[in-house]
């Protein structure tokens, strides 16, 4: 019989943080989907932030690394890309944590599909908040991320793009 418990194991992968955005942990952005755990045996459901991303090896890695240091050994790991991952199954902390780490946030609901010439519908800057925003390009340090322009302070940002 397991000697720890689902929820357990979600506050363990809350320990999980994201190698692109470090600040951030899996659950927190919605990538962990779903943990089970059937007889001894635990299933963890993960969805990639985009089908390409370059992080998700390193985060099975580490979720595996995480249970096995909670003495879990018979952990399987499961990639599902359907439903798609979408923004807004991150967290409100996530969001918070992405502004004070100067990157905007994704907006609740929105799509970057509104891209038109260069501005996305109310984009804040993370530093002065101002909607005075221009982009610069609509890859940012990861491909998950834009980069932009505040016209009031100047200061270039990166918005986590909403998918």
Known sequence: MAHYSEADIWNWMA??????????????LGIVR???IHSDRVQIIITPTYSGCP???????DIDEILKEKGITNAEIATVLSPAWTTDWMTDEAREKLRLEG???PQKGSADKALLMGRIRDVKCPRCASTQTQMISQFGSTACKALYKCESCLEPFDYFKCI
Do not use: G, H, K
């Open 55 to 61: 992080a998700m090896r390193t985060i099975e890695e």
């Open 15 to 28: 320990e999980v943080s994201d190698p692109e955005i470090p600040v951030l942990n899996v659950v927190e």
């Open 34 to 36: 779903q943990v089970t």
């Open 103 to 105: 990157i905007a946030p």
